[in-house]
Structure formats: C-alpha cells, structure tokens
C-alpha cells in the first residue's frame, strides 16, 4: 500500500506540473506536495556527467633496442618485458605509433639479412599487437638488413622506437601504466 500511494503521488505531481495545477487555485504556495518520504521523481534523476576535458600533451622519444643471438628471432620473456612499456604507452595514448627497425649483418647474403631483420621486427610488432591489442596501422615495421651495421659483438638487433609527439589524452599524466 505504503509504495502505490507514493506512486499516486508522483503521478499527481506529475500531472499537475504538466497541466499548471494546483491545489487550492493559482497559488504555487498552495501547490500539491508530495510526502516526506516520497521517493524522488524521474525528473530529479539527473545523470551525472563528469566534467572531461580532452587535452594535448607531448610524448618524449621512448626507445628501446633489443639483442638478438645469430639466427634467431623468437622473443624471450626478458625482451618482452623491455618492449611492454612502449606498448601501455600505445594503449593508453591512441594517437601514437611505434616504429620497428629489424637489423643483421650476420649473412655475407644482403637478401638473407633482410629477411632475419624482418622477422625480428616482425616478431616484435606481433607481439604488440596481440598482447596488448594495437592495430597494426600503428605499427611500422622495417628491414634494414645490414645497411646500418655496427661493430658490437651483438650487431642483430631490433629498435622499437615511438617517436615524440603531441596526441590527445584524457588524461596529463604520460608515464606509462601496468
């Protein structure tokens, strides 16, 4: 009983409101009230919406080379500890992108080492993606084969690197979160 006359009364003020009526004649200080305990009416039931604020901020250049034994171009769980803060740094700021440079010089083959480089960059940029679920329009893989040759002992190598950029965020804060 107690809930159908608490709806009664919000349907009387409802309607009331609807059509200027009220209690006693044209008076508002007279006007239909509703209980106390009434629960509110649908009118009263505001969504509250958080003041957002879309904001530019300026990434800095985020680098990181991973090394790579002769002829192999699995990834170890080590190097995709190094790769996981570029990829939050992808999640979290949808307007950036990565860059992945494969390098080998370890075949007298020019042709061979472009293909190890790519599958090291490839291998790289499938993790990203599927781990943390980047598309793949973000990503840019490259070959470079052993046109950028160095003379360290480790020279195959793999260079993720996101560049610096101003992008959109919700939010100021640019350190990456796990």
């Not at 190890?116 to 893989?141: K, L, M, N, P």
């Not at 260079?159 to 350190?175: A, C, D, G």
Request: glycine share 4%.
């Amino acid at each position: 009983m107690y809930c159908y006359s608490r709806f009664i009364w919000v349907l009387l003020i409802a309607a009331s409101s609807l059509l200027g009526i009220t209690a006693c004649g044209t008076d508002p200080e007279k006007a239909i009230a509703p209980p106390k305990d009434a629960a509110p009416t649908v009118a009263d039931e505001r969504p509250v919406v958080p003041d957002a604020q879309v904001l530019l901020t300026e990434l800095p250049e985020l680098r990181q080379t991973l090394y790579f034994e002769p002829q192999v171009f699995d990834l170890s769980v080590q190097q995709q500890l190094q790769i996981d803060p570029i990829a939050v740094r992808l999640r979290q700021h949808p307007d950036s992108y990565v860059i992945v440079v494969g390098h080998g010089n370890e075949f007298s083959d020019e042709d061979q080492n472009v293909a190890i480089s790519y599958e090291r960059a490839f291998s790289v940029a499938i993790y990203i993606a599927s781990v943390f679920g980047i598309e793949e329009e973000r990503i840019q893989v490259v070959a470079a084969g052993s046109t950028e040759a160095t003379m360290d002992s480790r020279p195959t190598r793999v260079e993720i690197v996101s560049p610096k950029s101003i992008v959109r965020t919700l939010s100021p804060n640019t350190e990456p979160q796990f």
